[in-house]
């Protein structure tokens, strides 16, 4: 049996959820993004007694929440890397992508949460190359 989610049915139910959604928690890879976030639902929002509805809230809200702790964060160099982790007060994951010439740009910010939804340091946090830098994903 494999996990469910009727992303029409959240849209019919909740539509300010789902421009939220759309607005604030966007899949930069796809054209939608209900696969990114039925992914997401799929392997974190299962574990919430609640429904997909409550899980989505409750991410939406955790995502704004990291934003405003991350927007005063301008360094786009090497040095973000610690200064993301101490604006957030955790080790998080982070994923880069390589690109031409061998450098890495930073491709995802990885955030771990205990089941009660508070944020906590991800285990096995992954790091970038330390000369990995951060750009706009348009311009990458």
Known sequence: MGCRVNFTELEEQSPALFDDLS??????????????????????????????????????RETKKVNEL???????GPGAFKKINTALGV??????????????ILEQIGVCYDRDWNM????HAKMCAITAEFTDYCSA
């Open 23 to 60: 607005y604030n928690w966007p899949s930069l890879y796809n054209k939608g993004s209900e696969g990114f976030w039925k992914y997401n639902y799929c392997k974190y929002g299962t574990c919430d007694p609640e429904s997909g509805t409550a899980y989505f809230k409750k991410a939406l």
């Open 70 to 76: 991350l927007k005063d964060v301008t360094d786009r």
């Open 91 to 104: 080790n998080v994951r982070y994923w880069c992508r390589n690109v031409r010439g061998g450098a890495q």
């Open 120 to 123: 906590m340091d991800c285990p």
